[in-house]
């Protein structure tokens, strides 16, 4: 799933979401590790550069309705003219890498996508990750 090009990070977004009870946001604080969140951060700021990138590149090509590019769904992929099939296709290689190289699989930050869209609790994690990483000291 890595990533949807068109307004998110590999399938971020910071959505408001409802409160989930204690015991949910237990199991979140169980299930991720704090480094994990670190890691996550640190991928997501070093992806975030070149979605933006990538999004205004694809803009400009096709308008203003950039379509949906699902980095893990071929027929996403394949459906793009050619010029946007490649911008998506490297941006996909390059978000692939940054998670990796900040020591998490493709798998796993998928999973905490998925989970933080939910979870309160998880998406003030990554966000207290978020701003530690860009304090002067953070990094």
Sequence with gaps: MIAAIAGIVPDLTMLPSTTLTQTASAQSRQEFSDGEIVNYARAVLAIEPKRQQTYDEIRQIVGDTVPMVVCSETRSLNRLNQDVRVLATNYCSHAKKMIEDNNLTVSRFNEI??????????????????????????N
């Design 113 to 138: 996508t998925r989970q933080q869209q939910t979870n309160a609790q998880l998406q003030q994690r990554i966000q207290g990750a978020l701003l530690q990483l860009q304090q002067p000291s953070g």
